[in-house]
Every structure is written in C-alpha cells, then in structure tokens.
C-alpha cells in the first residue's frame, strides 16, 4: 500500500487530499453516501500511484507513504484495507 490516511483524519475529514488526487483513490468523497457514515476517508491501495500529492494538502498531517506511518498507527494499514475490501 503506497499511502495510509492514519489517525489525524478521524472527525476531521478534510477532502482537500481528494481534490488534488489525480487518480481518484480517496474515498468516501463529499459527494457518496458513505461520506456522513464514516468517520475519516481512505486510499485505495490497488489505485494509489504512489504520487505523494495528497500528503502536502493534508491540513492535519493525517497521510503518510506506509514506510512513514508512525508505529502507534500502523493499524490504519489495515483499517485502510478494510475499507475497499467489499467494494
């Protein structure tokens, strides 16, 4: 998985990652209905090109390549995965 949103994004869910997003990996976007159902966005890891785009636009500082993630988050790999394994 090339990026992991982590921790900061819970309750915040700014949505400027998902604007600059060239791939459009960023999910629930203001516009699903799983958007007001969840409580931070997501990057799909089958899609995600690796850029590192959204991490300058994260506001909280909430998006980090996995090799980054600071280790009292790592389990938002797999709450990452979780998330587009029925979709």
């Known amino acids: ?3 992991v ?3 900061p994004c819970i309750a915040t869910k700014d949505t400027s990652c998902v604007e600059v997003c060239p791939v459009d990996c960023i999910h629930p976007t203001k516009n699903e209905p799983d958007f007001g159902k969840s409580n ?3 990057i799909d890891p089958n ?3 690796d850029c590192g785009l959204c991490v300058d636009e994260c506001p909280v500082k909430a998006i980090f390549p996995e090799e980054d993630l600071p280790k009292e988050w790592t389990k938002f790999v797999q709450v990452n995965l979780e998330y587009y394994k029925g979709k």
């Open 5 to 7: 949103i982590a921790e």
């Open 1 to 3: 998985m090339p990026h």
């Open 40 to 42: 931070q966005l997501f």
């Open 47 to 49: 899609t995600c090109i």
